[in-house]
């Protein structure tokens, strides 16, 4: 992380925008290499702490390349805004592969949501996402869009925006937040987050082989008689030769427990106004499709780079894979190991909670679910 901060300086990016060549510590983060003028004013967008109120946090602080593009604060279950003591609800999402779910949608013939972003759902578009975390008071706590673009109008990149999108948007304070927001989405969209760089995807590609642990484990994941994840997470190529996503972007309630840890129970009441009441109804809530028949579902997230994204689930109560696999495992068969569902409602009591599989197994599945990690490098 820290090498990061220094590998990822104004200057280089700068740097980086006027054509020059980037030191090779520059490029460990992130490949610049193939990226568009507007790519790199948008990597320069998500990096730039100067864009919150007080100055300090920017999209990646809480979405960092080296922890997969999500939050790198694993001692917290959920993300902590500009403000010291302020939390969101929500443990951050990744960002690597967003660029791959569908504009959010009802499917009429699955009977079910599907695509958006966030875990909810609430932006249809990476543009829509790119929004909000600029105006959250609990994480970058802007008051307005106004002021998120007077800072961009201020900062060494704002001639290259200026030029890209031209005078009249530039000029124009609506106008100019949604191209900053088109920026940071063109960033979000490249290569160098979504690479496709896993020892798994080397597999399928025939230039690595998988250990027999690691085999075993991808067996039993995609096995319906036995831990059946890939029903939800699919992990074979589609019939179109596209590479596995690990999600198939729809919404569900697991019975995730509730996480009496989760530090956004204890946020000022201006910020959380029912305190250790609080219930997340995640798609069905307000900020989603406020129906009840949908309380308690979340997004599946995809489960490439989940080894480097923890802690897990929405409100971040199971800190490590194997406790994620073992609650898959055994939420039914052994209840008295779990707290009780956050939302006792609509969960899914069909594909998981008594999956019988050994601590053998478990073990194995996580080996698996460890290879889908980017940066492998060939032997």
């Not at 109120?53 to 604060?73: E, I, K, M, N, V």
């Not at 039993?220 to 699919?234: M, Q, T």
């Not at 028949?293 to 995809?302: A, D, I, L, Q, Y």
Request: hydrophobic fraction near 35%; charged fraction near 25%.
């Amino acid at each position: 992380m820290e090498m990061l901060k220094t590998a990822l300086t104004p200057l280089a990016i700068a740097l980086a925008l006027t054509g020059c060549t980037a030191e090779p510590d520059h490029k460990a983060a992130i490949e610049t290499d193939g990226l568009s003028r507007l790519e790199r004013v948008g990597m320069e967008l998500y990096f730039d702490e100067n864009l919150s109120t007080p100055p300090g946090q920017s999209c990646a602080s809480c979405h960092l390349p080296t922890a997969g593009f999500a939050d790198p604060d694993a001692h917290h279950a959920t993300s902590e805004g500009v403000h010291e003591g302020r939390f969101g609800s929500r443990n951050s999402p990744v960002v690597s592969y967003a660029k791959f779910s569908p504009p959010f949608h009802f499917d009429k013939k699955e009977g079910l949501y599907v695509g958006g972003q966030f875990w909810d759902g609430r932006a249809a578009t990476l543009e829509e996402q790119a929004k909000q975390p600029f105006l959250n008071p609990v994480e970058m706590a802007n008051p307005s869009p106004a002021a998120v673009v007077a800072k961009v109008r201020e900062a060494e990149y704002a001639d290259h925006l200026r030029e890209l999108f031209g005078d009249a948007v530039f000029n124009d304070d609506a106008k100019f937040y949604d191209a900053i927001a088109a920026a940071i989405a063109a960033f979000e969209r490249t290569d160098a987050v979504s690479p496709f760089t896993s020892k798994y995807d080397y597999f399928l590609a025939g230039k690595a082989e998988l250990t027999a642990k690691e085999k075993h484990g991808l067996e039993l994941f995609e096995r319906e008689d036995k831990g059946n994840c890939a029903a939800c997470h699919p992990s074979q190529r589609g019939e179109d030769g596209s590479k596995p996503l690990f999600t198939d972007f729809t919404y569900d309630n697991l019975g995730v427990p509730s996480n009496t840890e989760n530090p956004h129970l204890r946020n000022h009441p201006e910020f959380n106004p029912h305190g250790e009441a609080f219930v997340d109804l995640g798609l069905g809530g307000e900020s989603g499709v406020n129906k009840p028949s949908e309380h308690g579902k979340f997004k599946v997230p995809t489960l490439r780079n989940i080894a480097l994204s923890g802690p897990y689930m929405h409100n971040g109560v199971l800190v490590s894979l194997k406790e994620v696999v073992d609650f898959y495992n055994t939420r039914d068969s052994e209840p008295e190991r779990w707290a009780a569902p956050e939302v006792v409602a609509n969960v899914n009591d069909e594909e998981l909670g008594n999956l019988g599989l050994t601590d053998d197994e478990l073990d194995a599945i996580v080996a698996f679910m460890e290879t889908l990690t980017d940066g492998y490098e060939l032997k």
